[in-house]
């Protein structure tokens, strides 16, 4: 059974930092592309930042270049997402997608459509109070 599951979500004001990581069984990690996503109150879920399996290259959303990061660390099956410079407007829900195994469509699901994303987490509250 595939389970992945968010951590380290909370309440944090303006211009502060939050670290979510995101841990993964059931398959074999380091052949899976990996990506963070969001929805925001009233609004559809975005692809935040997605990597591939072999992390080579990233995607970042406009609205978060520059002041959040993504990695992963295979050995320990985490994927990580340090935001910094948090803005009111980050407020979501972010949730954590394994993407495929060696899937070329991980840049797609984050920047057009996650639909056909096969395992998501539950989510995890960020909240960025002004």
């Known amino acids: 059974q595939v389970q992945v599951v968010e951590y380290g979500g909370g309440v944090v004001q303006a211009g502060g930092s939050l670290r979510l990581s995101c841990t993964v069984s059931g398959v074999t990690f380091a052949e899976y592309a990996m990506g963070w996503f969001r929805q925001r109150p009233g609004k559809e879920r975005e692809g935040v930042s997605c990597?591939?399996?072999?992390?080579?290259?990233?995607y970042y959303h406009d609205s978060v270049k520059g002041r959040f990061t993504i990695s992963r660390d295979n050995a320990k099956n985490t994927l990580y997402l340090q935001m910094n410079n948090l803005k009111p407007e980050d407020t979501a829900i972010y949730y954590c997608a394994a993407l495929g195994v060696f899937t070329p469509l991980w840049r797609t699901y984050c920047k057009e459509s996650s639909s056909g994303v096969p395992y998501w987490g539950q989510g995890t509250q960020v909240t960025v109070s002004p």
């Open positions: 990597v591939p399996y072999n992390g080579v290259s990233t």
